[in-house]
């Protein structure tokens, strides 16, 4: 138990987190939309992560946690730079027209 919470009840949550960003990536064409399903899958891997990182009082999965969120804002950074020069060149940001880049 964590703070009166027993482990499973964060593991269904992180569990339905991460369902959730995959059904998003699988069925959306935005690309922000995909990035946040990113995210939100990264946030419920993280949660699981603090959760047991506390259950066992090692800090390692925090400091983990850490580096994921680090990469994850540059992972966003980059796609959001790259996003911006798509819609420049296509004037869309749906996922379906990227197959015109190839010509």
Do not use: P, W
């Not at 998003?24 to 993280?46: D, K, P, Y």
């Not at 990469?71 to 996922?95: C, F, H, P, Q, W």
């Amino acid at each position: 138990m964590i703070n009166g919470i027993h482990i499973n009840y964060y593991m269904m949550l992180s569990t339905i987190l991460f369902i959730i960003g995959a059904i998003g990536v699988m069925s959306r064409r935005n690309t922000i939309i995909l990035f946040m399903c990113v995210e939100l899958m990264l946030n419920a891997v993280n949660l699981l992560l603090v959760a047991f990182s506390t259950l066992h009082n090692d800090s390692s999965g925090q400091v983990f946690v850490f580096f994921i969120m680090a990469v994850a804002a540059a992972e966003v950074a980059v796609g959001l730079a790259i996003l911006s020069m798509i819609y420049r060149n296509i004037k869309s940001i749906d996922t379906h027209l990227l197959g015109n880049l190839k010509n």
